[in-house]
């Protein structure tokens, strides 16, 4: 059974940056798969951030391109996101999201493609 586990999330100030953190284990069939960076904020719906594919090929939302960063590393399992610049409507609880039967995707996956959820972590940014 597929398992992610997110940290890295925390209280910062506007202009501030944080790497978050998703520790992913459990599927017997390797370890490079797609994935993805969603976040929820209160009284919203979830909405896509990043996603990476198997081939490391990356897609973000439109408000986060250029200040957001999406990666992978295999050899220890771990995706991150590095967050920077970051602005009180970055405001959310993140979630780390994986598919290994994700095809290669030409645009940002919606979170109705992931079958797979971490429990999330809380980022919030003060101004």
């Known amino acids: 059974q597929l398992q992610l586990v997110e940290s890295g999330g925390g209280s910062v100030q506007a202009g501030n940056s944080l790497r978050l953190s998703c520790a992913h284990s459990?599927?017997?069939?390797?370890?490079?798969?797609?994935m993805a960076w969603f976040r929820q904020a209160p009284g919203k719906e979830r909405e896509g951030v990043a996603a990476?594919?198997?081939?490391?090929?990356?897609q973000y939302a439109d408000n986060v391109k250029g200040r957001f960063t999406i990666s992978k590393d295999n050899s220890e399992n771990i995706l991150y996101l590095q967050m920077n610049d970051l602005t009180p409507e970055d405001t959310a609880m993140y979630y780390c999201?994986?598919?290994?039967?994700?095809?290669?995707?030409?645009?940002?996956?919606?979170?109705?493609?992931?079958?797979?959820w971490g429990q999330g972590t809380q980022v919030t940014v003060s101004s």
């Open positions: 459990g599927y017997r069939y390797g370890n490079n798969y797609p």
């Open positions: 999201a994986a598919e290994p039967n994700l095809n290669r995707f030409a645009s940002l996956p919606r979170a109705v493609h992931f079958g797979y």
């Open positions: 990476i594919d198997a081939y490391g090929d990356t």
